[in-house]
């Protein structure tokens, strides 16, 4: 195969995407969006690439790429519909909630007055986050109204797309950890807990530990039936754990990231699905 990665920033995701391709015998042609253009007008650039692989952490320039690779009539991984269901949290949590995939109570308020109402209903603490994007960053707990209103009104002078849209969600007592588990292809074939006993967010990028995953069929079966409503062929999905409810999805990335899944699981996962992709190709 001739595999494109088109990246913004070169990690050790990226970089070990490329050596267990080229390992397996298949030429990579590294992408790199800050140098890269495209001219509708104009003839395509890149030839026979077979597929492309997506992992701008930047949503604006993944999606751009994909929407762009898509149009010339590559097998993108992720397109662009996957891209946008994943990102946008409301387009998230709505397919999901459709499909009768149970996530953590959620609504959506247009105006700080209602937000607060709305919240009140929920119980607090609350949780608040910016409709698109975060890496756990902007979100926020509101132990009370007061905090939940210094919150709302801080979103309001944000840059953040949606600013006006207020996502609030019941805040999920769950046990020290989160659970990040991998569709590639039609398999779940890894994942991990991450936790965190000093910070109610389970974000690696905040501290969170990671542990491996032990995989049962309910929780397979969940992150399958995901990958079906929310599409895409390569998605880290995360999931919460409540002692009433069982399994609750809370978000869905369609760039993720895999350093720490690899290192505690001793889990090939680029070569894993670099296989997968082989498969795909060849039906």
């Not at 930047?58 to 993108?76: D, K, M, P, W």
């Amino acid at each position: 195969m001739i595999v494109g990665v088109t990246y913004d920033l070169l990690r050790w995701e990226e970089r070990n995407l490329i050596q267990e391709a080229t390992k397996l015998g298949h030429k990579v042609i590294p992408i790199y969006t800050k140098d890269f253009y495209h001219l509708f007008s104009e003839d395509n650039q890149f030839q026979n690439l077979d597929v492309v692989l997506q992992r701008n952490t930047s949503h604006q320039r993944a999606l751009s790429t994909s929407l762009i690779f898509e149009t010339l009539g590559y097998n993108v991984i992720n397109d662009s519909r996957t891209l946008i269901n994943c990102e946008n949290k409301l387009i998230t949590t709505a397919l999901l909630s459709r499909h009768n995939i149970k996530v953590p109570k959620t609504a959506i308020a247009f105006s700080k007055d209602k937000a607060l109402e709305v919240a009140s209903k929920l119980g607090y603490p609350a949780v608040i986050k910016p409709i698109e994007g975060s890496w756990g960053r902007m979100v926020a707990k509101a132990v009370d109204e007061d905090t939940l209103r210094s919150f709302l009104e801080y979103q309001d002078y944000t840059s953040v797309g949606f600013k006006n849209v207020y996502y609030i969600q019941e805040f999920v007592k769950k046990p020290d950890r989160d659970i990040r588990i991998f569709v590639i292809g039609d398999e779940a074939p890894v994942g991990i807990y991450r936790v965190n006993t000093k910070n109610w967010r389970t974000n690696t990028a905040l501290g969170a530990i990671a542990e491996p995953l032990k995989i049962d069929d309910e929780l397979k079966d969940l992150a399958l039936k995901v990958k079906e409503v929310i599409g895409g062929f390569f998605l880290g999905i995360d999931v919460f754990e409540d002692k009433e409810r069982g399994y609750l999805v809370d978000e869905v990335n369609g760039v993720p990231e895999f350093k720490n899944t690899v290192r505690v699981n001793q889990f090939n996962l680029s070569e894993y699905l670099i296989r997968k992709i082989e498969e795909w190709i060849r039906k």
